[in-house]
Structures are given as structure tokens and as C-alpha cells.
């Protein structure tokens, strides 16, 4: 599959494979840009965004709608390509493909929604013949770097509060799921997104990525992926505007008056949709002892019948992760924690990039699966005495992205929301909810700014202050 620069299909002879998570065969070729390729996308955007500023609200409202009916339009090709290049089921890939078109339906609506406020000059000592407001301006380029795990909804997030928001964009797609991002450009452009304000370049991060980093012409860095990369990132990007979600290692506290069944729900679809990999997956799960033998009969009993397999067939729950080496990783993981104490309750085995879902039962809190983001199929149980104790082990993490409590107490619920240090917390619903329309993003190290496509639209333009003397 060929790239996009400035609105045109570009090949390389240098060539990244896309690997099939689920067997390991090559599902496709994309050419790996050069400098020159970055070069011509950087400069074209400089003209795309000054094209992208002009072009009336109404236009932009137009080109995402648009976008959204080619999205539906094509909904099998990209079902397929998310299967084949991501290894998700082929129900998570469609409700992908139905995400994503929602998206820019939700960004063509905010577009209409973006202005700014008079000032009240007179609330000052000789300014009050002064009147004045603020407005909203695109900030001109955007570079939206795309992650592997919900490459196209998560590309959607940071392309639709771009175009809405009056910017040019530069796309970098992982090199492990670059297909779908390039389809998406083709589609954008069939919409009537103005070619030099749209590049898909692909090849690797280290590379490409921060070379379109670097660029000082670039206003704005959208980017979904690992702290340790998000660190990078920061330190070249300079004076520019950052915008990071970098991932997370989510809590789900149950206490004593909390709903049972609900609570398993949350972490059996939190924690094992798309094999864990997901920034709000369920990771650590922390239960009032009174309720632990309990909750853990039943989330088993639960967990045994998810079907693991083939992504392809309908019938299938979970698939692969996405490759062997990230298998292995997590395989390593629940054997560190069962070296360390951590009880096995069921699973932790693997097949090539097939790794079971996983509990581990009291894990000790030294081990990785209790610090860091597995990005897998396991989940941690450990149990607890006072529901203060609960709140100081679910902090105990270096991030702070969402965090879910279960209980039927008001006064738990409250104490819960102004002592958890997480961007979003949600009562008696799982960390794994997100309404895209909502604020996304962390404390700590989970994160700069917020997703969300009204505040995806904030980051993304500039404020400008007017203010008119009167006097002759």
C-alpha cells in the first residue's frame, strides 16, 4: 500500500512488512517515507493550513460528515484490514470501523461550536472605554502520531478536532498498523480535505516520527503511546504544544456494598477486550475482603468461557496480542508475579501471540503487573480491609488515567472522587468506559492536556485577544 504526501499516493522501494498477529503472515508492504517525502509533506502543510484557515466552518462541517458516510461506505474493507493487521476480533474491528465514522459525525457538530467571549474591560480602572473579546484560531499543523492497539478510532481522535478545529495535519501510523490510517487519508481526501493539508507518512518512529517531531513548522504533537517514547518526544519536539495520552494502570475498587455483578462484568470486559491492550484495560482489581472468595469464584467461572482464537470468526472473544515479543513480555510478567507470591486462579498460558486470559490472585505490589501497563490479557486481585487503604493502593502507581468504583455508598463515592489521583473516575462503572465525547486524559505520568473532541479542539487552536479603545 502506498503513502500519502500532500494529497498524493507516493511508493518507496524501502519497505516496512505488516505482520497477521494471529499466524504471523504478511498482510501488506508500506513504503518507508524519506526525507525528502517529510520534507514535501511539512512544506505543503505550511500552504495546506493557510488554505485549511480560510475554509468556512460550514465547509469543514461538510468534509468530516462526508468522511463518516465514506467511513460506513467502506466498512467491511476496514473491518478486514483491522482484523488482519491488529489481530482484534472481527466484533471489536467492526464496533471500530462504526467508532470512528461516529467521531467525525461528533467533530463536524463541535466544529460549529467553536468561539470565544466578550471581556469585560469596564471591571477595570480606566479601561472602560475599552470593549473586547477572544476568539479561537487553528494553531496551523498538526502531527497526530497514531498507536497500534484502536489505530483508527484513535487516529479519528486526533484528525477530527484538527479539521474541525481549521488545521492541516501530518498522520504518522505505527509502523505495525499503518494500513487502515493510509485508507483513512484516501477517504479524507475523497471528502474534500484540501491535499496539501493531508499527509500520511509511514516508516519508523525513530526516523520519520521524529523528524516530523523535531520540524519547528509542526505547532502541535498529538500522541498516543508509551510514557518512555512520550519522554522522547518531549525532549525534541521544543517550543511547540504537546498533547500526550501515555497510557495508564487502571484500578477497579470493590468495596463491601458494591454490586457484585457488575463489578465482574466491568473486569471481564475491561480487562480482556482486544487481549487487555488498552490504555483503561483493568489491570489491578482490589476487593473488600468480605466479598473476595466471592468475587473470585464468579470472575473465573466468567473468564473460563471466553472463547480465545481465531480473530477472523464471529464466535470468537479474544484474539492475539500484537506479536510474539509483547507475548512473551506479558507471559514474563505473570511469572514474575508468581515468582514474587502471586497465586495463578486461571490461565497464564500461551500460544505463539494466543496468551489466556489471566488472574493472578494478592500479587505483590514490588512486581511489574502492579506498577506498570501490562498491555495484555491478566488482571490482578488482591483483597483489603478499609476502603482508605483501597484508595492509597490504587494511588500507588506512577499514572492516573481511570479508575472504577463500585459501591452503594454515597459517602465511599464521594470520598473516592477527591482522593483518587485520576483523570476519570467512574462509579460503579468499569475504568474501561470512555463516551468520546467526554474530557480523556491523565494525571502523572498518564499524560499532557485532554481528548475529548471539544477539548481535543482547545489544545488544537490558539486564543486571541481583541480589544477597541473608543475614545476619538
Not at 467511513?71 to 489481530?87: A, D, Q
Not at 484500578?251 to 480487562?271: D, F, H, P, R, Y
Not at 485577544?465 to 476619538?472: K, P, Q, S
Amino acid at each position: 500500500m502506498k503513502m500519502i504526501v500532500a494529497g498524493k499516493l507516493v511508493d518507496r522501494d524501502k519497505k516496512i512488512e505488516v505482520f497477521y498477529p494471529y499466524d504471523g503472515s504478511v498482510v501488506d508492504t508500506v513504503p518507508v517515507a524519506s526525507e525528502e517525502d517529510i520534507e514535501e509533506a511539512v512544506s505543503a502543510a505550511v500552504e495546506g493550513a493557510k488554505i485549511m484557515k480560510k475554509t468556512p466552518i460550514w465547509k469543514r462541517v461538510e468534509i468530516l460528515q462526508k468522511t463518516a458516510q465514506l467511513i460506513e461506505k467502506r466498512k467491511e474493507e476496514l473491518t478486514k484490514i483491522l482484523v488482519k493487521e491488529v489481530g482484534k476480533t472481527i466484533r471489536e474491528a467492526s464496533a471500530e470501523v462504526q467508532r470512528t465514522a461516529d467521531l467525525f459525525r461528533l467533530s463536524a457538530e463541535e466544529a460549529k461550536r467553536i468561539h470565544g467571549e466578550t471581556l469585560p474591560f469596564d471591571a477595570l480602572k480606566s479601561s472602560e472605554v475599552k470593549r473586547g473579546y477572544f476568539l479561537r484560531e487553528p494553531v496551523g499543523i498538526v502531527a497526530a502520531i497514531v498507536p497500534f492497539n484502536v489505530p483508527l478510532a484513535l487516529c479519528a481522535h486526533k484528525v477530527g478536532p484538527a479539521v474541525a478545529a481549521g488545521n492541516a495535519v501530518v498522520i504518522k501510523p505505527t509502523s505495525q498498523t499503518p494500513l487502515n490510517n493510509i485508507i483513512l487519508g484516501e477517504i479524507l481526501l475523497d471528502a474534500g480535505m484540501p491535499p496539501k493539508a493531508l499527509s500520511v507518512l509511514t516508516g519508523p518512529g525513530s526516523t520519520v516520527g521524529m523528524r516530523i517531531v523535531e520540524d519547528k513548522r509542526v505547532r502541535l504533537v498529538s500522541f498516543t503511546g508509551s510514557v518512555a517514547t512520550g519522554e522522547i518526544i518531549a525532549k525534541h519536539a521544543g517550543l511547540k504544544k504537546l498533547a500526550f495520552e501515555l497510557g495508564s494502570n487502571s484500578a477497579l475498587i470493590v468495596s463491601e456494598s458494591g454490586n457484585i455483578e457488575k463489578a465482574i462484568k466491568a473486569t471481564v470486559e475491561g480487562g480482556f477486550s482486544l487481549a487487555g491492550q488498552v490504555c483503561i484495560s483493568v489491570q489491578r482489581v482490589y476487593v473488600h475482603k468480605s466479598v473476595y472468595k466471592d468475587f473470585v469464584d464468579l470472575l473465573v467461572e466468567r473468564i473460563k468461557e471466553l472463547r480465545v482464537g481465531n480473530p477472523e470468526s464471529e464466535e470468537t472473544d479474544m484474539g492475539p496480542v500484537i506479536d510474539e515479543r509483547n507475548a512473551q513480555r506479558v507471559e514474563n510478567w505473570i511469572k514474575e508475579a508468581m515468582d514474587a507470591g502471586a497465586r495463578l486462579a486461571t490461565g497464564g498460558k500461551r500460544d505463539y501471540t494466543l496468551v489466556q486470559p489471566t488472574v493472578l490472585l494478592e500479587t505483590p505490589k514490588n512486581t511489574k503487573i502492579m506498577k506498570e501497563e501490562l498491555f495484555g490479557p491478566a488482571v490482578a486481585v488482591n483483597s483489603f480491609e478499609s476502603f482508605d487503604k483501597a484508595i492509597e493502593e490504587a494511588n500507588s502507581t506512577r499514572y492516573g488515567l481511570q479508575v472504577g468504583v463500585f459501591t452503594s455508598k454515597i459517602s465511599e463515592a464521594f470520598k473516592a472522587i477527591e482522593e483518587l489521583e485520576f483523570g476519570g473516575v467512574m462509579i460503579n462503572e468499569g475504568p474501561r468506559y470512555r463516551a468520546d465525547f467526554m474530557p480523556y486524559g491523565g494525571y502523572k505520568d498518564s499524560g499532557i492536556g485532554r481528548e475529548g473532541i471539544r477539548f481535543a479542539i482547545e489544545e488544537m487552536t490558539e486564543l486571541k485577544t481583541v480589544a477597541f479603545d473608543l475614545r476619538e
